[in-house]
Structures are given as C-alpha cells and as structure tokens.
C-alpha cells in the first residue's frame, strides 16, 4: 500500500531529488570553472556540506491526545506518522533558505503528526476533527514549493499552549479514477506524483502536458494549489486552464464543481480554489482536460543576435498564432550559461563551432541569446506550425542551431534543479524569481531587473554576482520572465542576503509593472507584497472568503497573507 510513501521518502532531506542522483558535473568541465570566474570564487573546497542526519534536533512534539485518538479510529496505524524522519521530510519545502537552514542543521518547527488520507471521505473525516479539536492541517503535496508554503508557521496560542500541527501528505491518493473519452476529460485523484500521472494516462493513450522542472516530484493537488505553470504551458495552457471541475474538504463543508466544459453561474469557484495554497481546503480529486499523446514532436535551437530581436520573433509568432508547443528564450546572461553546461566538441566538430563563434561575432551576434521551441501534436500541425514558426523566428535573424539543442535541452531538462546541490556545497548562494508583463513593459522589466541586480550585486558582499533570465511561457497580452541568479555568500549573513536580493527583485517587478509571482505562488515569503498586487480590497474579499471557509483558520495557518 505504501509504494508511493517509499518512492517519495527517497527525497533528499538536505536538497533536490532522488539522494543516489547528482548533477552530472563531469560531463560540463567548463561550468564550475566558468562559475567560479563569474562570481570571484576563488577556492576549490567544499565548504558548506551539510551536517549529518543524526545532528538535526527537532522542535518538542505538541501532540493532541483527544485529536489523535479519534484519528486512530478512522485511519490505520501505518497512515498516521511522528516518526522523526518523517517529521524532518514535512517541515519545509525547497527553497534555498529551506535548503540553507537543513543543511546547518537548524530546523525551527517540524510538524507533529503526518497523516496519509487514501480518499475523500478520509479527507473530509479528518478535518472534522480537527475543526473539533483546533487542531492545524498543512496540505502537503511534493513539498517542491520554494515559498515557505508548507512550513508550520501558525503563531495561535490556545489557553492549553501552542496548537498541535498535523501535515496531510496526499501521496496515497494517487490514482485515476476514470477518463471520459468523447468529452476529453479524466477524473484524478490530487496526490498523484507528475510521473505516474502522465504514466496512467499514457497507457491508456491520453497526456496532461502539465511539466514544470519540479515535475518529478510534485503532485496534481499542488500544482492546482500553487496554479503551477509548466514547460508546455504555451500550447496546453497553465493548470488552471487545464482544470474542469474538482472537489475540495473545508471545515465548513465540502466544495463540489459540475464538470461542464463552460458556466456562467456567478463568480467562477474552481478559478477560487486554484492558487488557494491549502488555506481554504483540501484539493481531493480534480476532473481535468486531457489530450491524445503527440505523435510528432520536433524541437530544436535557434541564435538571436539580441534579446530584443527574440522578444518581438515570439511576439509576433503569438500574434500570427503561429505558436509552438514549448519556448524557451534565454537572455545573454542565461546563454553564457548554457554554453558552459554544453559537453565540449572534439576533433573537427571544434574547428566548425570556433569558425562558426567567429563568424557570428563579425554578423551582429556578439550578445547572441539562444532560444530552443518545440513543437508537438499530429505530424500535419506540427510541419505546418514549425514551418510557419520558423520563417517569423527566421525574419527577426534567427541562426538555426539544429535539432542537436532540443535533443540535449530534453535530456538535460530534469538535471539542472540538482546543480543547486552542488555549489551550495562550495559556499555559492542561488536563486530563482519569476515574473509576467504585458508585451509593452516586459523589455523594461527585464533590462530594470538585470540593472537593479547589478547595482546590489556591486554594493554587497565581494561586489561580483551573476544574473540570467529567460522567457518560457507566453501569451497574446505578455510572457513570464524567469530569473536564476547567483553569488557568493556572505558568511553569517546568508539569510539577510537572500532576503535582500528577493526584495530588491520582487520591489522591481512591482515598480515596473509586473506581478509578484506567475507560477511560484505566495507561501509566506511572498506574503508582504500581496496587497499591492490585488488591491486591499481584493485583500479584504480574500479575507472574508477565508473566514467563511476555514474560520477558526487551522488550514496552512501564516500563508499567502
Ligand atoms: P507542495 O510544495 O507540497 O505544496 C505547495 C502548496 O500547495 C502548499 O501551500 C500546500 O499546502 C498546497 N497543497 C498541496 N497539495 C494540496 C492539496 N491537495 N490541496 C490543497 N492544497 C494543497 N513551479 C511551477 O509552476 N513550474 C515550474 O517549472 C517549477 N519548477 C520548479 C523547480 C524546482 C527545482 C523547484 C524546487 C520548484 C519548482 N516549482 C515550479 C515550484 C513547485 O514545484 C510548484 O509550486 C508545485 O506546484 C508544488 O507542487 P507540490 O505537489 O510539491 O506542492
């Protein structure tokens, strides 16, 4: 029974996936050198290891005896959990400052008591009783979030003390429960993992399409819990555009959607519930639209003299709705990167690419910017779509680099969240922010976002950091844009420093026009900017809604405001 409890257990505590997998350093001998160069690293020993399991100590256990006997009642011994193991795996989710704290050791509040629901009526058992017995229930999906959303953060102290807090790992709920094939639907249970889910459906000939980089470890629940934007987003749209209806256990109730392919009837409710972050339920089964599995699929790489020139090729290919399945345009500072995760050529093939740098530094590619796109569906749309694509990529001087890239970037494309691991061993301080602008501002966030860096790079630490960006979800009104950056860190500071670039990158976005978030979601770390994002009357409706739902707030208590 416990098969996906085992699978996920394999995480690592201290980082990114599977503990027996890391980034595959030795087949990039540029990177680390290139790395090292670009923010002033100058030694070559780790230096930041993290500690051994045995030296993590967790918060006491604040276990509620009456909550805990009435589960006992409802659920099977090998469903409820205090291991510490198990305590240590459910207390914080992926973020660097997530990933910074464990692997010091310092872990400041574990849950007390995981549970394993196996179905909907389980579900809503569950929070009944703690409804009952003020009792806090963290939804807990992957726990891939890098937005404090799972950390147990409620501030509520009772006349008996703290609350008990009780995480609600959906990973047992995992199946698909049925497909209605004439209307392209299938019915799906939230706790499924990314994996398993595109594998059921596969078999019976169907795909989601919903690949976001964390899309081995993270689950249907939280991906309509965070509205979660995947690589293929362009030509399957985002979670939300993907869900039909779906179920969700309140405190006060059970919401229930009708599947229909539309409705008109008041406020769209399923639109509520996805990015609702477990403050408002329980995400239990969601129906969601599914299409047959591609026959073709065509991807391959393309060289942009600039940004700018990609940034209208895109636009203009949305425009003409000439739009492929996947893109993903890196700037210039994304494209140095990617040349140094390449395997160098030997032989004859350097010659052809040293011959190849040189002529296009002569053309007006010295701050080239590689874009790789990708085309899925039947073999006629894709040749027709690619071709169409291609001459409006080829219009604004666009260099073909082959089908080698799409080939390299699929393969790679599960690897790069593991390099994180890596430099964090030799002191190197990295994150990631993204965004969304309407096409008439997006150049000003991104070059705004590069400046505002820069300039804090330069005032803080050793003065050097690094900063890339690129484009992989678009729209007819704008596009997301998704920044990594990195430097050194400031030693015993770490955590102020992280929190000073967030805040530097999140106020420019802000500033310039863009939202706080296009698919990380809020958690806590985003909290703070919520109100100039909706409004403090959107703010105060949310509240309201909250209030109804969940009002003694014992749902993911501290999140999204
Ligand atoms: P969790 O982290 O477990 O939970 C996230 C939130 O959802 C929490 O607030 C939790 O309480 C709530 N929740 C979870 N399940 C339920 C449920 N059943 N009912 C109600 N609430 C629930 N995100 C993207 O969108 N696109 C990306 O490409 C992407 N890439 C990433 C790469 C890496 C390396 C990492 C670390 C993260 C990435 N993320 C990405 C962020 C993260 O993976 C997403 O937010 C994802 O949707 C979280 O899913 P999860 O199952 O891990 O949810």
């Given at each position: 029974?416990?098969n996906s409890?085992?699978?996920?257990?394999?995480?690592?505590?201290?980082?990114?996936?599977?503990?027996?997998?890391?980034?595959?350093?030795?087949?990039?001998p540029?990177?680390?050198?290139?790395?090292?160069?670009?923010?002033?690293?100058?030694?070559?020993?780790?230096?930041?290891?993290?500690?051994?399991?045995?030296?993590?100590?967790?918060?006491?256990?604040?276990?509620?005896?009456?909550?805990?006997?009435?589960?006992?009642?409802?659920?099977?011994?090998?469903?409820?959990?205090?291991?510490?193991d198990?305590?240590?795996?459910h207390?914080?989710?992926?973020?660097?400052?997530?990933?910074?704290?464990?692997?010091?050791?310092?872990?400041?509040?574990?849950?007390?008591?995981?549970?394993?629901?196996?179905?909907?009526?389980?579900?809503?058992?569950?929070?009944?009783?703690?409804?009952?017995?003020?009792?806090?229930?963290?939804?807990?999906?992957?726990?891939?979030?890098?937005?404090?959303?799972?950390?147990?953060?409620?501030?509520?102290?009772?006349?008996?003390?703290?609350r008990?807090?009780?995480?609600?790992?959906?990973?047992?709920?995992?199946?698909?429960?049925?497909?209605?094939?004439?209307?392209?639907?299938?019915?799906?249970?939230?706790?499924?993992?990314?994996?398993?889910?595109?594998k059921?459906?596969?078999?019976?000939?169907?795909?989601?399409?919903?690949?976001?980089?964390?899309?081995?470890?993270?689950?249907l629940?939280?991906?309509?819990?965070?509205?979660?934007?995947?690589?293929?987003?362009?030509?399957?749209g985002?979670?939300?555009?993907?869900?039909?209806?779906?179920?969700?256990?309140?405190?006060?109730?059970t919401?229930?959607?009708r599947?229909?392919?539309?409705?008109?009837?008041?406020?769209?409710?399923?639109?509520?519930?996805?990015?609702s972050?477990?403050?408002?339920?329980?995400?239990?089964?969601?129906?969601?639209?599914?299409?047959?599995?591609?026959?073709?699929?065509?991807?391959?790489?393309?060289?942009?003299?600039?940004?700018?020139k990609?940034?209208?090729?895109?636009?203009?290919?949305?425009?003409?709705?000439?739009?492929?399945s996947?893109?993903?345009?890196?700037?210039?500072?994304?494209?140095?990167?990617?040349?140094?995760?390449?395997s160098?050529?030997?032989?004859?093939?350097?010659?052809?690419?040293?011959?190849?740098?040189?002529?296009?530094?002569?053309?007006?590619?010295?701050?080239?910017?590689?874009?790789?796109?990708?085309?899925?569906?039947?073999?006629?749309?894709?040749?027709?779509?690619?071709?169409?694509?291609?001459?409006?990529?080829?219009?604004?001087?666009?260099?073909?680099?082959?089908?080698?890239?799409?080939?390299?970037?699929?393969?790679?494309?599960?690897?790069?969240?593991?390099?994180?691991?890596?430099?964090?061993?030799?002191?190197?301080?990295?994150?990631?922010?993204?965004?969304?602008?309407?096409?008439?501002?997006?150049?000003?966030?991104?070059?705004?976002?590069?400046?505002?860096?820069?300039k804090?790079?330069k005032?803080?630490?050793d003065?050097?950091?690094?900063?890339?960006?690129?484009?992989?979800?678009?729209?007819k009104?704008?596009?997301?844009?998704?920044?990594?950056?990195?430097a050194?860190?400031?030693?015993g500071?770490?955590?102020?420093?992280?929190?000073?670039y967030?805040?530097?990158?999140?106020?420019?976005?802000?500033?310039?026009?863009?939202?706080?978030?296009?698919?990380?979601?809020?958690?806590?770390e985003?909290?703070?900017?919520?109100e100039?994002e909706?409004?403090?009357?959107?703010?105060?409706?949310?509240?309201?809604?909250?209030?109804?739902?969940d009002?003694?707030?014992?749902?993911?208590?501290?999140?999204?405001?």
């Amino acid at each position: 029974m416990l098969n996906s409890w085992e699978e996920y257990f394999m995480m690592k505590w201290w980082g990114w996936g599977d503990p027996n997998k890391s980034f595959p350093i030795e087949d990039k001998p540029n990177l680390w050198p290139w790395i090292k160069k670009t923010i002033s690293i100058s030694e070559n020993k780790k230096i930041a290891e993290p500690v051994k399991r045995e030296d993590i100590k967790l918060s006491p256990v604040n276990i509620s005896e009456d909550f805990l006997s009435e589960i006992k009642q409802i659920l099977k011994n090998d469903q409820i959990s205090t291991t510490e193991d198990d305590r240590l795996l459910h207390s914080y989710g992926k973020s660097y400052a997530d990933l910074f704290y464990v692997r010091k050791g310092i872990v400041k509040k574990s849950p007390d008591i995981i549970l394993y629901p196996l179905s909907h009526d389980e579900v809503e058992n569950i929070i009944k009783i703690a409804n009952t017995h003020n009792v806090c229930v963290i939804p807990f999906g992957g726990g891939t979030n890098i937005v404090g959303g799972v950390d147990p953060r409620d501030q509520t102290v009772t006349e008996k003390g703290p609350r008990c807090i009780v995480t609600l790992d959906m990973c047992l709920m995992n199946k698909l429960i049925s497909i209605d094939p004439q209307s392209q639907t299938a019915v799906i249970q939230a706790g499924v993992l990314g994996p398993k889910l595109e594998k059921d459906l596969s078999e019976k000939g169907w795909a989601l399409g919903h690949f976001p980089d964390s899309f081995e470890y993270s689950t249907l629940g939280g991906w309509l819990a965070t509205r979660s934007a995947g690589m293929q987003s362009d030509a399957y749209g985002k979670i939300e555009d993907m869900l039909v209806s779906l179920k969700m256990v309140t405190p006060s109730g059970t919401i229930i959607t009708r599947t229909t392919p539309a409705s008109s009837a008041g406020p769209d409710i399923n639109r509520l519930i996805v990015g609702s972050e477990g403050i408002l339920g329980v995400i239990t089964e969601a129906t969601m639209r599914i299409h047959r599995t591609p026959a073709a699929k065509d991807y391959r790489g393309y060289l942009f003299p600039n940004f700018e020139k990609g940034v209208e090729a895109i636009r203009e290919c949305v425009d003409k709705n000439w739009i492929p399945s996947m893109i993903r345009f890196q700037d210039e500072g994304e494209t140095q990167l990617a040349f140094n995760l390449k395997s160098p050529k030997k032989g004859i093939e350097s010659i052809v690419q040293k011959q190849l740098k040189k002529i296009l530094s002569v053309t007006g590619y010295a701050r080239p910017c590689i874009m790789v796109v990708g085309f899925e569906g039947d073999d006629k749309q894709v040749q027709i779509i690619a071709n169409e694509a291609t001459k409006i990529l080829k219009k604004h001087r666009a260099f073909s680099l082959g089908k080698g890239i799409g080939k390299t970037w699929s393969k790679d494309k599960f690897n790069i969240p593991y390099l994180r691991d890596y430099i964090m061993d030799y002191g190197v301080m990295t994150d990631v922010a993204e965004t969304a602008a309407v096409w008439s501002k997006l150049i000003n966030v991104h070059k705004k976002t590069i400046e505002e860096m820069n300039k804090y790079f330069k005032s803080h630490g050793d003065g050097t950091g690094y900063i890339g960006c690129h484009i992989s979800h678009t729209y007819k009104t704008g596009a997301c844009l998704y920044f990594t950056y990195a430097a050194k860190q400031i030693i015993g500071k770490e955590i102020e420093q992280y929190y000073g670039y967030k805040k530097i990158i999140t106020d420019t976005f802000m500033k310039n026009g863009a939202t706080l978030t296009h698919h990380h979601a809020v958690g806590y770390e985003h909290s703070p900017w919520m109100e100039s994002e909706i409004s403090s009357t959107g703010l105060k409706a949310l509240k309201g809604i909250k209030n109804t739902l969940d009002p003694k707030n014992i749902l993911n208590p501290g999140k999204v405001f």
